[in-house]
């Protein structure tokens, strides 16, 4: 059975600890593809002021060179808040022939007992959980079905975060060499995140 990694997340925008928690999952749990999926609204946070279609594209556009990353709209297109178990519902009815893992930060490991549907969605894939700078991890605090869920994984510390990059970006600030090129480029280019943007 063919193992596919799910990143979900506003990526707002994508950057290289995204791009580095992805790529650590893939090769340590040998996945044959990890599938990008943009949040339309994230449960936890407000919705964004990039579009959905622009965190697409620029999903789209930091993992064009990988040939085993691919990306996935299937949240935006059916809008509203993205409860990861809805999603997962659909996408084992869509593809039965596949093996899912959802890849999350060891800071949202910790938060698992508070998803929606959490109990149903452990017995239909596995977590892969990364450890992030700074982040700890309260597994044994856990009830069994979520320890038996998740698996955790090694990634360099790479202290990086959508929301450091927005504060950058407001100040005038470089943000070059914290998201690809490309990434660079776009944000550049559209005016994202820039004080007096659009």
Partial sequence: ?????????????????HLLAAEAAREQYALDEVWFMPSHIPPHKSKSGVSGEERLEMVAAAIRSHADFKTLDIELKRGGVSYTIDTIRELKQLH?????YFIIGADMVNYLPKWEG???????LHFIGLQRPGSFLELDLMPSFIQDAVLLADM???DISSSLIRKRRAAGQ????????EVYEYIVRSGLYAVHSR
Avoid: Q
Avoid at 8 to 16: E, Q, Y
Avoid at 96 to 100: D, G, W, Y
Avoid at 118 to 124: D, N
């Fill in 174 to 181: 470089s943000v070059r060499y914290m998201v690809t090129e």
């Fill in 1 to 17: 059975m063919r193992k596919v990694g799910i990143m979900g997340g506003a990526f707002d925008p994508i950057h290289l600890g």
């Fill in 118 to 124: 959490i109990e149903e969605l452990a017995s239909m």
């Fill in 96 to 100: 039965p022939e596949l093996e899912f």
């Fill in 156 to 158: 360099p510390l790479v």
